[in-house]
């Protein structure tokens, strides 16, 4: 496992240009190949991650958080790609969105926080 962990890596800091630091909705739709595939997703899961990072310390400093998810949710990165995809759908998205844009505000029409609810 670790060794595909480092290869995605590698292939993530070898196959992209340095100044391309987003993923954006048609390349994340049509990948030029299995490695890239894999890398998109391994971006988009970081971004969950870190979406999920924000929420907890928005949460642990009082803050409101960006979405509110059901307390035992394991959310592989499957769920975020298609809760991404709806999204890009649902309005349209064109191509140069950005795909973590997509996701957070996914996640906000996914899983709303109820105003009331101090989570």
Known sequence: MNKWILSACVLV????????????????RNPKSDGLRNAYQLFLDGAKSGFMAYNAWMK?????PAFCLPEN???PVE?????????????????????????????RDTFPCDKSDSR
């Open 13 to 28: 800091l070898t196959a992209a240009p340095a100044a391309a630091v987003d993923v954006r909705l048609d390349s994340y």
């Open 60 to 64: 642990s400093h009082g803050g409101e």
């Open 73 to 75: 949710l394991a959310m």
């Open 79 to 107: 769920q975020a790609e298609d809760i991404m995809l709806r999204r890009a759908d649902k309005t349209s998205a064109k191509g140069e969105m950005l795909v973590s844009i997509l996701l957070l505000n996914g996640l």
